[in-house]
T-cell receptor, first 117, second 114 residues
Framework: AQTVTQSQPEMSVQEAETVTLSCTYD???????LFWYKQPPSRQMILVIR??????QNATENRFSVNFQKAAKSFSLKISDSQLGDAAMYFC??????????????FGTGTLLAVQP | DAGVIQSPRHEVTEMGQEVTLRCKPI?????LFWYRQTMMRGLELLIY????????DSGMPEDRFSAKMPNASFSTLKIQPSEPRDSAVYFC????????????FGPGTRLTVL
């Protein structure tokens, strides 16, 4: 069974600085998807970034980028120029690409990010 | 475009009462997912549908939980009778296709069972 581990329960960053959130996963599959979702106090789950395992190039979305290391099964999120609005719980998630009963997202336990002004 | 819509946003009920949560997926999306979030168990999938058909309900905790999708634009999650341990945030998510596509989440329903 696949698992997702986020070893940092809480992180803090100064406004305008850069922070990296860690995520590791375990799978025997070769094709899958990885996601970072953001959950602000409003509870809404917001997609931040998505990575397909078959792509070697790391995904980027404006100030958000990932460091995807497939062999190491690592998928970290880098937030550059942190803003107060980035403060939220961040979840790393895994999804198989093979369909069937494996369509569910498997979430890590989350990292609570605080942004200090 | 409207995102996934859930109602109600908050629900407070007493133990033993029936609770119905509602979800409207993004128009054109063929797959719909119900998740539950608790402090103890994190985010877990309860059930998902593809083209209105339930595909996997292995995450439904017990027979008190049931879900339906009578058409492509509406789904319900029902708990009868409700218990205090059902208190959680329930999310609905939809995706364009079952496999290989991103799931977009609704705002969630915070359920409190007294």
């Amino acid at each position: 069974a696949q698992t997702v581990t986020q070893s940092q329960p809480e992180m803090s960053v100064q406004e305008a600085e850069t922070v990296t959130l860690s995520c590791t996963y375990d799978t025997s599959e070769s094709d899958y998807y990885l996601f970072w979702y953001k959950q602000p106090p409003s509870r809404q789950m917001i997609l931040v970034i998505r990575q397909e395992a078959y792509k070697q190039q790391n995904a980027t979305e404006n100030r958000f980028s990932v460091n995807f290391q497939k062999a190491a099964k690592s998928f970290s999120l880098k937030i550059s120029d942190s803003q107060l609005g980035d403060a939220a719980m961040y979840f790393c998630a895994y999804r198989s690409s093979y369909g069937g009963a494996t369509n569910k997202l498997i979430f890590g336990t989350g990292t609570l990010l605080a942004v200090q002004p | 475009d409207a995102g996934v819509i859930q109602s109600p946003r908050h629900e407070v009920t007493e133990m033993g009462q029936e609770v119905t949560l509602r979800c409207k997926p993004i128009s054109g999306h063929n797959s719909l997912f119900w998740y539950r979030q608790t402090m103890m168990r994190g985010l877990e999938l309860l059930i998902y549908f593809n083209n209105n058909v339930p595909i996997d309900d292995s995450g439904m905790p017990e027979d008190r939980f049931s879900a339906k999708m009578p058409n492509a634009s509406f789904s319900t999650l029902k708990i009868q009778p409700s218990e205090p341990r059902d208190s959680a945030v329930y999310f609905c998510a939809s995706s364009l296709e079952l496999a290989r596509d991103t799931q977009y989440f609704g705002p969630g329903t915070r359920l409190t069972v007294l």
